[in-house]
């Protein structure tokens, strides 16, 4: 799948798809909600409401209001890809998220995720 498919993907469709994964393996969606608010700065009430509209995946990182300045402590492969590797910034976003939802989904503790 190409970068453009992925940045018009509804944010909400990715959501439910990464949620599921998390809930699949006993987690919450308190937990992913946490990871998403911290790696964006987006609230938990700011991503209940872009949920309900139609916003792109890449536009949902692009308006994060407070990016956290530790995500790029975030190490490791996704799919494949190291993700501190990755040189679009849009995509290494998309990558750092998926990074922290797979940890979730592998058991790691709250604590170690949110770097």
């Known amino acids: 799948m190409n970068n453009?498919?992925?940045?018009?993907?509804?944010?909400?469709?990715?959501?439910?798809?990464?949620?599921?994964?998390?809930?699949?393996?006993g987690r919450t969606k308190d937990e992913v909600d946490?990871?998403?608010?911290?790696?964006?700065?987006?609230?938990r009430s700011q991503i209940e409401e872009i949920l309900c509209q139609t916003v792109e995946y890449a536009e949902f990182f692009?308006?994060?209001p407070a990016p956290n300045e530790n995500r790029f402590l975030?190490?490791?492969?996704?799919?494949?890809?190291?993700?501190?590797?990755?040189?679009?910034?849009?995509?290494r976003e998309i990558r750092y998220l998926d990074k922290l939802i797979d940890e979730l989904a592998k058991g790691k503790s709250m604590e170690k995720i949110l770097r």
């Open 34 to 43: 946490e990871i998403i608010s911290w790696l964006t700065g987006y609230s």
């Open 62 to 64: 692009k308006n994060a």
């Open 74 to 91: 975030i190490k490791g492969t996704i799919c494949g890809v190291r993700v501190e590797n990755i040189d679009d910034p849009i995509m």
């Open 4 to 25: 453009e498919k992925i940045y018009k993907m509804n944010f909400s469709d990715v959501y439910t798809l990464l949620l599921n994964k998390a809930l699949k393996k």
